[in-house]
C-alpha cells in the first residue's frame, strides 16, 4: 500500500491530544418526528370475489391488517383509509375508518372487519385525501401504503398525477403499493404510483404474499432512520452559508444541488466532516447517482473532495461521504493555515432518479494535534492479521436488534450476533476499537424458503464500516469486497479496517487516511430491495461474526503502555431498541448499507496541502444458521 513520505512526528506542535468538545445542540434528540402510516385499501366491487384459496379477497386484505397491526412497534402512529366500501357506484366514494393516532391494534382490527366491498376504484382521489390524513406541522415523514387489486376505475385525478404531484411537494412523503392478484395494466399503474411517490410496488399473488408484503412495507416506516442534529439551511454557492462548529447538523438537499457550511479552522487542528444523505427506503436510484463532499477554500480550491456512489439500482439505501482537513507535518500546506473554508455536499443525480429532496446529517468534529515533542505509532496501513483470511468468532450467534442508522447504531463487541433485516432496509451497529486495534468481522445472510417460481431473482447483500468521524472504509481495496448476490441462498462477506494509527491520517490510501482515531466504529448491514420478490418470510436473517485484533494501547503514543479497557468509545450514540418510541424520529430506512458503492472505485489520492484529492469507494453483504 502506497504511503506519503513523511518527516519526523516529533515536529507536531500543540496541546494534549484531545477531541474539541462538541458545542451544545439545540436538539440534543433525534428531531425529526415520524409523522406515522395510512393503510389505503381496496375495498371495490371485485375485493368480494374468490382469492384461490377459498376465500374472498377481502377476507385476506382483513387478515394481512391483521397481522401488521400485530407487528408494529407500540405507539406507531397508524390509520386506515378504504374506497369502494360505501356505494355501489361513485367515484368520491372514499373514507378515513381508523384516523392516524397511536397504534390501536384493537381499534384498526374492528375497522377493517366492517368493510364490505361494494363499488368502484377511486385510487387518485384517495391518494389525495391519504396525505391529508397524515399529521403536517413536524419534520417527520410520512407513508401511505396503497393495496389494491385492480387499476382506479374513475381516473379524475389520474392516480400517477397525483402520486407525482405528492412526491415532489417535499421530503417527508412515500407512497407504497401493494398489488394483489394483479396483472397488465393494473399492474403498470401501481409500479407507476410507488415510482412517482418515491416508494416501491411489491407483488402479491395471494393471501401469503399479501401479508407479506404489507408488513414489509409497514416495518420499513416505523423502523425508519432516526436523524439528531440542530437543524441549518446550507447555501447554493459561499456567500451567505451559514456558519458552524463542531457538533452535528441537518439540512435537506435536492437532485443537482450543491450545499455550502462556513467552518473557521485553526492552523492545527485535524478536522473530520462527515454527510449522510437519507433517501426514502427503495426510492429509484442508478448505480451512478453521487453523493459528494469537498473541503473549499479562497474562491475556486479544494484541500479535499470525496465521491460515494449508491453502485446499484434496486433502490436507495443510506448513503455517506466524508473529508478531512489534516494539516501537513511541515506545516506548509495550502491548506494548513487559519481562516475560512467551506464544507460543500453535492448530489449529483442520473435521469430517472428520484426526485424527491433527501434528508442529510452531517457532523464535524476536530481533534487537536499532539503534545509537543511526542512521537506517535508508526502508520499500519496494511491489512496484516486483519486480512481476509482472518479468523473470526465461531459459535451459536447471540440475539441483537440493530440500530436504524448512525444515532442508535447498537453497540456489540465481540462475538458472533443475529438479527433479521428487511428488503430495502440497513441494520447499524457500533463496536470500540482501541488504538492500535483493526476490526474484523464477516457478515452472513441466510438460507431462506423463496417464492415458488421466483428463487432464480437475484438481488444483493452489503455491508459498509465507518470510522468515529462517520467516514467510509474498507472499499474497494481488493482485500474486501462490500457487495454480494443473493438469491435466498446462503451467502457471506468479509469487511475490515488497518490498526488504528494516529499517523494514518498521513498516509494516502483512501481505506487508511481516516483510521486515524480510536473509538466506537459503525458496521451497516443492507439487503436489496429485490430480496421483497425472494424471500417467503418477510425478514431475512442475517448473522454478524466481529474480532477486533490486536491489543488496545492506552493511547497514541509510540511504545504506548497496553490499556486497561479497550472500549476507547469516541461517539455516544443510543443503544437502538426494538420499539418505535414517541420521540422526534424520522422514518427512512434504507445502505448505503451501509451505503453501496462501486468497487474498485476507490483512487489513491495526494493529501499534500494545495492539492485536490478525489476518490471512489465501494460497498456490500452474506450466512451461518
Given at each position: 500500500?502506497?504511503?506519503?513520505?513523511?518527516?519526523?512526528?516529533?515536529?507536531l506542535?500543540?496541546?494534549?491530544?484531545?477531541?474539541?468538545p462538541?458545542?451544545?445542540?439545540?436538539?440534543?434528540?433525534?428531531?425529526f418526528t415520524?409523522?406515522?402510516?395510512?393503510?389505503?385499501?381496496?375495498?371495490?366491487?371485485?375485493?368480494?370475489?374468490p382469492?384461490?384459496?377459498?376465500?374472498t379477497?377481502?377476507?385476506?386484505?382483513?387478515?394481512?391488517?391483521?397481522?401488521?397491526?400485530?407487528?408494529?412497534?407500540?405507539?406507531?402512529?397508524?390509520?386506515?383509509?378504504?374506497?369502494?366500501?360505501?356505494?355501489?357506484?361513485?367515484?368520491?366514494?372514499?373514507?378515513?375508518?381508523?384516523?392516524?393516532?397511536?397504534?390501536?391494534?384493537?381499534?384498526?382490527?374492528?375497522?377493517?372487519?366492517?368493510?364490505?366491498?361494494?363499488?368502484?376504484?377511486?385510487?387518485?382521489?384517495?391518494?389525495?385525501?391519504?396525505?391529508?390524513?397524515?399529521?403536517?406541522?413536524?419534520?417527520?415523514?410520512?407513508?401511505?401504503?396503497?393495496?389494491s387489486?385492480?387499476?382506479?376505475t374513475?381516473?379524475?385525478?389520474?392516480?400517477?398525477?397525483?402520486?407525482?404531484?405528492?412526491?415532489?411537494?417535499?421530503?417527508d412523503?412515500?407512497?407504497?403499493?401493494?398489488?394483489?392478484?394483479?396483472?397488465?395494466?393494473?399492474?403498470?399503474q401501481?409500479?407507476?404510483?410507488?415510482e412517482?411517490?418515491?416508494?416501491?410496488?411489491?407483488?402479491?399473488?395471494?393471501?401469503?404474499?399479501?401479508?407479506?408484503?404489507?408488513?414489509?412495507?409497514?416495518?420499513?416506516?416505523?423502523?425508519?432512520?432516526?436523524?439528531?442534529?440542530?437543524?441549518?439551511?446550507?447555501?447554493?454557492?459561499?456567500?451567505g452559508?451559514?456558519?458552524?462548529?463542531?457538533?452535528?447538523?441537518r439540512?435537506t438537499?435536492?437532485?443537482?444541488?450543491?450545499?455550502?457550511?462556513?467552518?473557521?479552522?485553526?492552523?492545527?487542528?485535524?478536522?473530520?466532516?462527515?454527510?449522510?444523505?437519507?433517501?426514502?427506503?427503495?426510492?429509484?436510484?442508478?448505480?451512478t447517482?453521487?453523493?459528494?463532499?469537498?473541503?473549499?477554500?479562497?474562491?475556486?480550491s479544494?484541500?479535499?473532495?470525496?465521491?460515494?456512489?449508491?453502485?446499484?439500482?434496486?433502490?436507495?439505501?443510506?448513503?455517506?461521504?466524508?473529508?478531512?482537513r489534516v494539516?501537513?507535518?511541515d506545516?506548509?500546506?495550502?491548506?494548513?493555515?487559519?481562516?475560512?473554508?467551506?464544507?460543500?455536499?453535492?448530489?449529483?443525480a442520473?435521469?430517472?432518479?428520484?426526485?424527491?429532496?433527501?434528508?442529510?446529517?452531517?457532523?464535524?468534529?476536530?481533534?487537536r494535534?499532539?503534545?509537543?515533542?511526542?512521537?506517535?505509532?508508526?502508520?499500519?496501513?496494511?491489512?496484516?492479521?486483519?486480512?481476509?483470511?482472518?479468523?473470526v468468532?465461531?459459535?451459536?450467534?447471540?440475539?441483537?436488534?440493530?440500530?436504524?442508522?448512525?444515532?442508535?447504531?447498537?453497540?456489540?463487541?465481540?462475538?458472533?450476533?443475529r438479527?433479521?433485516?428487511?428488503?430495502?432496509?440497513?441494520?447499524?451497529?457500533?463496536?470500540?476499537?482501541?488504538?492500535?486495534?483493526?476490526?474484523?468481522?464477516?457478515?452472513?445472510?441466510?438460507?431462506?424458503?423463496?417464492?415458488?417460481?421466483?428463487?432464480?431473482?437475484?438481488?444483493?447483500?452489503?455491508?459498509?464500516?465507518?470510522?468515529?468521524?462517520?467516514?467510509?472504509?474498507?472499499?474497494?481495496?481488493?482485500?474486501?469486497?462490500?457487495?454480494?448476490?443473493?438469491n435466498?441462498?446462503?451467502?457471506?462477506l468479509?469487511?475490515?479496517?488497518?490498526?488504528?494509527?494516529?499517523?494514518?491520517?498521513?498516509?494516502?490510501?483512501?481505506?487508511?487516511?481516516?483510521?486515524?482515531?480510536?473509538?466506537?466504529?459503525?458496521?451497516?448491514?443492507?439487503?436489496?430491495?429485490?430480496?421483497?420478490?425472494?424471500?417467503?418470510?418477510?425478514?431475512?436473517?442475517?448473522?454478524?461474526?466481529?474480532?477486533?485484533?490486536?491489543?488496545?494501547?492506552?493511547?497514541?503514543?509510540?511504545?504506548?503502555?497496553?490499556?486497561?479497557?479497550?472500549?476507547?468509545?469516541?461517539?455516544?450514540?443510543?443503544?437502538?431498541?426494538?420499539?418505535?418510541?414517541?420521540?422526534?424520529?424520522i422514518?427512512?430506512?434504507g445502505?448505503?448499507?451501509?451505503?453501496?458503492?462501486?468497487?474498485?472505485?476507490?483512487?489513491?489520492?495526494?493529501?499534500?496541502?494545495?492539492?485536490q484529492?478525489?476518490?471512489?469507494?465501494?460497498?456490500?453483504?452474506?450466512?451461518?444458521?
Amino acid at each position: 500500500m502506497a504511503r506519503r513520505r513523511r518527516r519526523t512526528a516529533a515536529t507536531l506542535t500543540g496541546g494534549l491530544l484531545l477531541t474539541i468538545p462538541v458545542v451544545p445542540q439545540a436538539s440534543a434528540e433525534p428531531s425529526f418526528t415520524s409523522a406515522g402510516m395510512v393503510l389505503v385499501l381496496d375495498s371495490s366491487g371485485s375485493m368480494a370475489e374468490p382469492d384461490g384459496s377459498g376465500h374472498t379477497r377481502i377476507a385476506a386484505a382483513r387478515k394481512a391488517v391483521g397481522t401488521v397491526a400485530d407487528a408494529l412497534p407500540d405507539g406507531f402512529p397508524t390509520g386506515l383509509r378504504v374506497y369502494g366500501a360505501d356505494k355501489h357506484r361513485g367515484c368520491d366514494d372514499t373514507r378515513l375508518v381508523q384516523p392516524v393516532r397511536p397504534l390501536d391494534r384493537a381499534g384498526l382490527k374492528k375497522a377493517v372487519a366492517d368493510v364490505e366491498p361494494k363499488g368502484d376504484t377511486p385510487i387518485g382521489l384517495s391518494l389525495k385525501k391519504a396525505a391529508a390524513d397524515l399529521p403536517r406541522g413536524s419534520d417527520g415523514r410520512r407513508t401511505i401504503v396503497l393495496i389494491s387489486d385492480g387499476e382506479d376505475t374513475c381516473q379524475s385525478p389520474p392516480p400517477c398525477e397525483v402520486a407525482r404531484e405528492l412526491g415532489r411537494s417535499g421530503v417527508d412523503l412515500r407512497i407504497d403499493t401493494i398489488g394483489f392478484q394483479v396483472r397488465g395494466k393494473a399492474r403498470e399503474q401501481l409500479e407507476c404510483v410507488a415510482e412517482a411517490g418515491n416508494g416501491r410496488y411489491y407483488d402479491a399473488p395471494d393471501a401469503d404474499a399479501l401479508a407479506r408484503q404489507m408488513q414489509r412495507a409497514s416495518k420499513l416506516s416505523a423502523d425508519g432512520y432516526r436523524f439528531r442534529g440542530k437543524q441549518v439551511r446550507g447555501t447554493p454557492a459561499r456567500s451567505g452559508a451559514p456558519a458552524i462548529a463542531p457538533g452535528q447538523y441537518r439540512d435537506t438537499i435536492g437532485p443537482g444541488e450543491r450545499r455550502f457550511y462556513e467552518v473557521h479552522l485553526d492552523d492545527s487542528a485535524t478536522a473530520d466532516f462527515a454527510a449522510t444523505a437519507v433517501p426514502h427506503p427503495g426510492a429509484a436510484v442508478d448505480t451512478t447517482t453521487v453523493l459528494r463532499t469537498q473541503l473549499a477554500y479562497g474562491t475556486d480550491s479544494a484541500c479535499e473532495t470525496r465521491t460515494e456512489l449508491f453502485g446499484q439500482n434496486e433502490g436507495a439505501t443510506p448513503l455517506t461521504s466524508g473529508v478531512s482537513r489534516v494539516p501537513s507535518e511541515d506545516g506548509h500546506g495550502s491548506c494548513d493555515k487559519a481562516g475560512r473554508y467551506w464544507f460543500v455536499v453535492e448530489r449529483e443525480a442520473a435521469d430517472g432518479s428520484d426526485a424527491a429532496r433527501w434528508p442529510l446529517e452531517l457532523t464535524y468534529r476536530s481533534e487537536r494535534p499532539l503534545e509537543k515533542g511526542v512521537t506517535p505509532a508508526r502508520s499500519e496501513p496494511e491489512y496484516g492479521a486483519g486480512g481476509k483470511d482472518a479468523v473470526v468468532p465461531s459459535g451459536t450467534p447471540k440475539d441483537v436488534t440493530g440500530g436504524t442508522g448512525f444515532n442508535d447504531a447498537r453497540k456489540i463487541g465481540e462475538g458472533a450476533w443475529r438479527d433479521k433485516v428487511l428488503p430495502s432496509q440497513t441494520l447499524w451497529y457500533k463496536v470500540p476499537v482501541g488504538w492500535g486495534q483493526q476490526l474484523r468481522y464477516d457478515v452472513e445472510f441466510a438460507n431462506e424458503p423463496t417464492v415458488e417460481g421466483h428463487s432464480a431473482q437475484t438481488s444483493y447483500g452489503a455491508t459498509q464500516v465507518y470510522t468515529p468521524a462517520r467516514q467510509p472504509v474498507g472499499s474497494g481495496t481488493g482485500e474486501f469486497t462490500p457487495q454480494t448476490p443473493y438469491n435466498g441462498r446462503q451467502t457471506a462477506l468479509r469487511m475490515g479496517t488497518v490498526p488504528v494509527s494516529w499517523t494514518n491520517r498521513y498516509e494516502t490510501d483512501p481505506n487508511v487516511v481516516p483510521v486515524h482515531r480510536a473509538g466506537d466504529f459503525y458496521l451497516a448491514v443492507t439487503l436489496g430491495a429485490k430480496a421483497a420478490e425472494i424471500a417467503d418470510n418477510p425478514r431475512i436473517g442475517v448473522v454478524l461474526r466481529v474480532a477486533v485484533l490486536g491489543d488496545a494501547k492506552s493511547g497514541p503514543r509510540a511504545h504506548a503502555a497496553a490499556a486497561k479497557d479497550s472500549a476507547s468509545a469516541a461517539d455516544s450514540g443510543t443503544a437502538g431498541g426494538g420499539g418505535w418510541a414517541a420521540r422526534p424520529v424520522i422514518a427512512a430506512v434504507g445502505i448505503g448499507a451501509g451505503v453501496l458503492l462501486l468497487a474498485g472505485l476507490a483512487v489513491a489520492y495526494l493529501r499534500g496541502r494545495g492539492r485536490q484529492r478525489t476518490t471512489g469507494t465501494g460497498s456490500g453483504g452474506a450466512g451461518t444458521w
